[in-house]
C-alpha cells in the first residue's frame, strides 16, 4: 500500500514564526504536492515537484516555500506564519504517466491554527 | 483552464438508499478523473480512477462512469450505509498527462439510520 506521511497532524504556531509542514511518501514516486483545503474555496494548490531539487509553483504559492532534498521527502516552509494561513494542508503524491496509473496519493493531513 | 464542478454540494439519504453524486468537467481531453473520499478533518482517500479510455469503473458497492465527450462523470453508491457519510470529490489533471489535479468542491453526503 502507498503510504503519504505527514509530520504532524495538528500544529499551533505564533504569528511570525518559521513553520516546516513535512511530508514523506514511500513509494519512490517522483511528484509530489503540497495543497492547502479551506472551507468553501476547496483544495488550492501551492507548490508542487517533478524531482528532486524541482519544484514550481501552484496558484497560491505567495508566503510559502518548498524544499525537495531526496526524492521521498517533501517540506513546505511558511517563512513567516499569518492568521490567514490558518488552515489544513494536504501532501500528495503520484508515479508519472506511464508508470502504472497516474493515481495521487494522500496524506492525512495538517491542520495549522496561526495566533 | 479546466474547472469542475460537483453536484449537489449536499446530500442526505436515508440507509438502503441508492444514489449518484455527479461530476462535470469543462475541458473534455482528460487523462483520467480520480474520485475521493474525505472525512472530517481527515485526508483524501482514492476510491476509484478512470482512464481516458475507459467508461467505468467498480469498487465493491461503489461504481464510477465516465463520458468525455460531454464532460461527465457520476458517482453511484450502492445500498447506502451510514458508514458511506463523508464528502466526495472528483479531480481531474489541469492539462494532459504528468499535472497537478484539479478538485471539485465536494458534495457532501449524509446517509442517516
Known amino acids: 500500500d502507498v503510504k503519504v506521511t505527514q509530520s504532524s497532524r495538528y500544529l499551533v504556531k505564533r504569528t511570525g514564526e518559521k513553520v516546516f509542514l513535512e511530508c514523506v511518501q514511500d513509494?519512490?514516486?517522483?511528484?509530489m504536492f503540497w495543497y492547502r483545503q479551506d472551507p468553501g474555496l476547496g483544495l488550492r494548490l501551492i507548490y508542487f515537484s517533478y524531482d528532486v531539487k524541482m519544484k514550481e509553483k501552484g496558484d497560491i504559492p505567495e508566503g510559502y516555500s518548498v524544499s525537495r532534498e531526496k526524492k521521498e521527502r517533501f517540506s513546505l516552509i511558511l517563512e513567516s506564519a499569518s492568521t490567514n494561513q490558518t488552515s489544513m494542508y494536504l501532501c500528495?503524491?503520484?508515479?508519472?504517466?506511464?508508470?502504472?496509473?497516474?493515481?495521487?496519493?494522500f496524506g492525512p493531513g495538517t491542520r495549522l491554527t496561526v495566533t | 483552464k479546466q474547472e469542475v464542478t460537483q453536484i449537489p454540494a449536499a446530500l442526505s439519504v436515508p440507509e438502503g438508499e441508492n444514489l449518484v453524486l455527479n461530476c462535470s468537467f469543462t475541458d473534455s481531453a482528460i487523462y483520467n478523473l480520480q474520485w475521493f473520499r474525505q472525512d472530517p478533518g481527515k485526508g483524501l482517500t482514492s476510491l476509484l480512477l478512470?482512464?481516458?479510455?475507459?467508461r467505468e469503473q467498480t469498487s465493491g458497492r461503489l461504481n464510477a462512469s465516465l463520458d468525455k465527450s460531454s464532460g461527465r462523470s457520476t458517482l453511484y453508491i450502492a445500498a447506502s450505509q451510514p458508514g458511506d457519510s463523508a464528502t466526495y470529490l472528483c479531480?481531474?489533471?489541469?492539462?494532459?498527462?504528468?499535472?497537478?489535479?484539479?478538485f471539485g468542491k465536494g458534495t457532501r453526503l449524509s446517509v442517516i439510520a
Open positions: 479531480a481531474v489533471p489541469r492539462n494532459s498527462g504528468n499535472t497537478p489535479l484539479v
Open positions: 478512470i482512464q481516458s479510455s475507459q
Open positions: 513509494m519512490d514516486h517522483e511528484n
Open positions: 500528495a503524491s503520484s508515479p508519472v504517466p506511464g508508470q502504472g496509473y497516474y493515481e495521487q496519493y
